[in-house]
Structures are given as structure tokens and as C-alpha cells.
């Protein structure tokens, strides 16, 4: 954002809008991610019965 390579030639202000953006960036990767993922969930179709536990055998 402001491309300096010492943050000791930033300002404080500089500094602090430089790691609300990189948080900001993260936080949005973060939900496309999360919202993608839900999309991929949402579409898979498990073919199992309600009377059968998690291995399989019926009860």
C-alpha cells in the first residue's frame, strides 16, 4: 500500500492503515473461502440410512 521496505520510514497512521488493510484482505479471503466451501457442501449427497450407525452396521 505504500511500499516502503522499512516501517521505521512509515508514520504511525501509515502504519496502522498498512496492517488494517492486510487484515481487511485476509478477512475477505477468509469469507470467500468460507462461502465457497458451503457452496461445495451444499451439492454433496450422502447415500446412507438413518437406521445405520457411522460404520455402517445396523443396529
Do not use: C, W
Request: proline residues 5%; aromatic residues 6%.
Amino acid at each position: 500500500m505504500y511500499h516502503t521496505d522499512d516501517p521505521n520510514e512509515m508514520t504511525p497512521e501509515q502504519r496502522f492503515k498498512e496492517i488494517a488493510h492486510i487484515l481487511s484482505k485476509g478477512y475477505i479471503r477468509l469469507k470467500q473461502r468460507q462461502l465457497s466451501e458451503s457452496k461445495d457442501n451444499s451439492e454433496v449427497q450422502l447415500d446412507s440410512f438413518p437406521d445405520q450407525s457411522a460404520h455402517g452396521h445396523r443396529s
